[in-house]
């Protein structure tokens, strides 16, 4: 069985500092990795994803992600965060079964 | 923006009464996802559905939960005799193929009283 761990469930930090959001998985073989981003009063869309090739894969609005294989991590950053980031970011694991298994999710709060 | 349509957004029931769910997918997704969401938890998945199709209910609670995608029409997430603890936000998403990423609906929000 699949299954994703967010260690940081609650995040806050000051408009133009950096972002660094940890996801764990574990699942034996092949993965697609995703994070997703919900904005308060909005659904759930896709920042990016990672299938294979290179594992730093680039997203919407300045994210990117890096998936290492060894370490079973598809952390997400963000250099200078915005107050427009202001979200819940989700991060989901695809091992294969076509049924995507989301973390629980971290909240960030980005001050002005 | 023909995206997924989760109807109603908000729906509130008394304990026992019934609750129905509606999910129109993106146009040419035929693979449809619900997941449920309580409070200080992440996205449970409950089932998955191809058209005319249960692919996987493994989250499904055995009682009082049924889903179903007809070959026309929206996919329906039905809860019987609702009970407090069904109260949660209820999504529903979509995808084009089983490993495309998901699109998401906005969600039910179900409050049973």
């Known amino acids: 069985a699949q299954s994703v761990s967010q260690h940081n469930h609650h995040v806050i930090l000051s408009e133009a500092a950096s972002l660094e959001l940890g996801c764990n998985y574990s699942y034996g073989g092949t993965v697609n990795l995703f994070w997703y981003v919900q904005y308060p009063g909005q659904h759930l869309q896709l920042l990016l994803k990672?299938?294979?090739?290179?594992?730093l894969v680039k997203g919407i609005k300045g994210f990117e992600a890096e998936f290492i294989k060894s370490k079973f991590s598809f952390n997400l950053r963000k250099p200078s965060v915005q107050w427009s980031d202001t979200a819940e970011y989700f991060c989901a694991v695809n091992g294969g079964s076509y049924i995507p298994t989301f973390g629980r999710g971290t909240s960030l709060i980005v001050h002005p | 923006n023909a995206g997924v349509m989760q109807n109603p957004r908000h729906l509130v029931r008394r304990r026992g009464q019934e609750a129905r769910l509606r999910c129109s997918p993106m146009k040419g997704h035929s693979h449809v996802y619900w997941y449920r969401q309580l409070p200080e938890e992440g996205l449970k998945f409950m089932v998955y559905?191809?058209?005319?199709?249960?692919?996987?209910e493994s989250g499904m609670p055995k009682e009082r939960f049924s889903a179903e995608f007809p070959k026309e029409g929206p996919s329906i997430l039905r809860i019987q005799q609702v009970v407090r603890g069904d109260s949660a936000a209820y999504f529903c998403?979509?995808?084009?193929?089983?490993?495309?990423?998901?699109?998401f609906g906005n969600g039910t929000r179900l409050t049973v009283t």
């Open positions: 990672y299938f294979s090739g290179d594992p």
């Open positions: 559905l191809q058209k005319e199709n249960i692919i996987d």
């Open positions: 998403a979509s995808s084009l193929e089983g490993n495309s990423p998901l699109h």
